[in-house]
């Protein structure tokens, strides 16, 4: 196809590969991906949380928090993500 760019990263996100409905199209999508990265390059792969796809209950929120631990586990705060709020500018 002409093409001689390569990139070092391929990235799939926001749980897009549970939209693929057969192994062969995985493995497609995997092996398309391959063909554009370097050598020595990075599927970065974003899969939902167990929690999120096995729950019978609702549980998907706009964020999570994890403890900041130092070396001896000793916590010093905590890391906060979120998205979607109100004031949010995305």
Known sequence: DGRTELFDSVWILLGSLQHMTSNDDVISCFQSAANE??????????????RETFSMVECTRNGW?????DENGKEYGELRIVWGDDDDPF
């Open 65 to 69: 928090e994890v403890p900041l631990q």
């Open 37 to 50: 990265l370097r050598e020595g390059g990075t599927l970065i792969l974003e899969l939902p949380h167990p």
